[in-house]
């Protein structure tokens, strides 16, 4: 059973998520391809498909976006998880009492859990380096912005990885089941 890990990442932490995910599930036997999603031509290959985006401003990434829709009818056909690595910060519950991760959502997990064959879906803590080179447009714009607003974001690396393993090791245990 071939796995496809597709992602879009603008700084790499998405990248990290996808690659973990990646090393999980080849430790638990099932040949895998981690691919960023514009290198990735054909998923008729793949028995099920692993999306994950970083979040900006509510959303997935264009390009992962762009993917789902461009390989629509081959990832309905398949199992597909998908993720999202966004918040920052030690806080899990926002000041409504939320889950972060909950509150962290892309619009798009909605919006793909209608449309493709979505056997599971998660947020993850991503990471943040207020130093970064901006990438894209928006970040260029912020750095010039009053109160540099990149530089107020919360700093660190705030992923989980018994988290992101325990999510990998869960879909593993779905595929197995079949
Ligand atoms: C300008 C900007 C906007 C962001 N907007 C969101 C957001 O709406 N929701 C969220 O959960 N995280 C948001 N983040 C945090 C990023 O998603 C997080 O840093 C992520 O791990 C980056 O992944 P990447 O390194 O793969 O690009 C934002 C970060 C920046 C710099």
């Known amino acids: ?16 998520i996808a690659e973990r995910i990646g090393s999980t599930l080849t430790a638990e036997g099932f040949p895998v391809t981690v691919r960023p999603v514009e290198e990735v031509d054909d998923v008729t290959h793949y028995d ?12 997935w990434m264009h390009a992962a976006t762009a993917f789902a829709k461009r390989h629509h009818r081959d990832l309905a056909e398949r199992p597909v998880w ?14 409504e009492g939320r889950d972060v991760r909950e509150s962290s959502e892309p619009r798009e997990f909605d919006k793909f859990a209608d449309e493709l064959n979505v056997r599971g879906d998660h947020v993850f803590f991503g990471k943040w380096d207020p130093e970064s080179e901006p990438v894209g447009l928006m970040e260029k714009i912020m750095e010039h912005l009053p109160g540099n607003p990149r ?3 919360p700093a660190g690396d705030f992923r989980d990885w018994d988290e992101v393993e325990a999510w990998a090791h869960g879909i593993a245990e779905e595929l197995r089941a079949g």
């Open 1 to 16: 059973m071939n796995v496809l890990i597709a992602y879009a990442s603008k700084h790499g932490a998405t990248q990290g």
């Open 48 to 59: 099920a498909v692993v999306l994950g985006s970083a979040a900006y401003a509510l959303h």
């Open 82 to 95: 998908l993720f999202a690595s966004g918040p920052l910060g030690e806080d899990t519950v926002d000041k």
């Open 151 to 153: 530089g107020s974001l």
